[in-house]
């Protein structure tokens, strides 16, 4: 139980270091020029901005497992999109941290030369993994939250949790994007992982970071909503994983874990609609 814990703490400062990179990105976005060119579409609210979002991510899954047939040989083509990734996201991150005691010109400047160079540490030392994949989802998950307005944003996210089922049963493409990440290690999924013992291989667990960062976007995007939504949302996605890790952990199966986790986060929400919080 304890690889689920770490993997279940792990989660949550993700999401917690996501929600305050909402709010200090949102609190900025009129006011940092670098901050509004975060922000992908013009009408946050626009529901079929959602379907510009699904055709990034059915271009980006293809794009990658193409990328793994093709060039899997060529490894220094992944660890540079590995740092890329890293350097750019985890700079939101650093930026709203130093935004406490800065300006916002003099945080973006420093941000980015503090992601740049945590990109540097990873490669010279990639036991640092989890902590990159932490801050690379919190970056991430707050650009798509500040771009997606609430419903524009669930749609998108029902049909993710359909794709990532189809994916995982059906076509199998994201089982062998999955294995293909763990064998490299990048910084694409938080492990957790116990020593082997004499006899016995190592036990050791994997959660997506696209299964961090899906949270992490209905959080910050229901910021501007309603703060009380984000906290249904937030006690949503953390219950709803913790129940999918001791399934999957009992079970020993691979299962898609956005289905339970987008659920959980709708009901949540829904919940606390009912209510009356807002």
């Known amino acids: 139980m304890r690889l689920l814990f770490s993997i279940l703490a792990l989660f949550i400062i993700a999401q917690l270091l996501g ?9 900025d976005l009129n006011r940092n020029p ?32 193409i990328l793994i047939r093709v060039f899997k040989r060529f490894g220094i083509l992944f660890t540079l999109m590995e740092f890329m ?9 650093f930026y709203a941290f130093l935004r406490i005691i800065l300006g916002y010109e003099i945080s973006t400047m420093i941000a980015i030369l503090m992601g740049l160079s945590f ?3 990873k490669w010279l030392r990639p036991q640092l993994k989890n902590s990159a994949a932490v801050l690379a989802t919190a970056g991430v998950g707050t650009i798509f939250g500040i771009s997606l ?3 524009p944003l669930i749609i998108f996210l029902v049909f993710l949790s359909i794709y990532d089922y189809l994916s995982v049963f059906m076509t199998k493409h994201m089982v062998e994007l999955a ?20 006899g016995k291989r190592e ?13 992490i976007m209905l959080e910050v995007s229901t910021l501007s909503f309603n703060p009380i939504a ?25 299962l898609p874990a956005l289905p339970p986790i987008v659920s959980g986060m709708i009901i949540s929400l829904l919940i606390g609609f009912l209510l009356g919080f807002y």
């Not at 996605?237 to 913790?242: N, P, Q």
């Open 85 to 93: 990734l890293i350097s750019t996201s985890s700079s939101i991150v």
């Open 203 to 215: 036990k050791r667990i994997d959660l997506g970071t696209g299964d961090i960062i899906a949270p």
């Open 179 to 198: 294995n293909f990440v763990v064998k490299k290690d990048l910084a694409f999924t938080i492990t957790a992982r116990s020593p082997a013992k004499k």
């Open 119 to 121: 990109s540097v540490l």
């Open 230 to 254: 984000t906290v249904f949302v937030f006690v949503g996605a953390v219950v709803s994983l913790g129940l999918f890790l001791t399934v999957v952990w009992k079970s020993k199966m691979v």
């Open 149 to 151: 307005g609430v419903l």
């Open 34 to 65: 670098y901050v509004e060119e975060l922000v992908i579409t013009q009408n946050a609210d626009e529901p079929t901005n959602a379907l510009f979002f699904i055709g990034y991510i059915l271009f980006g899954a293809a794009f990658m497992i």
């Open 19 to 27: 929600i305050f990179t909402g709010l200090t990105v949102i609190s």
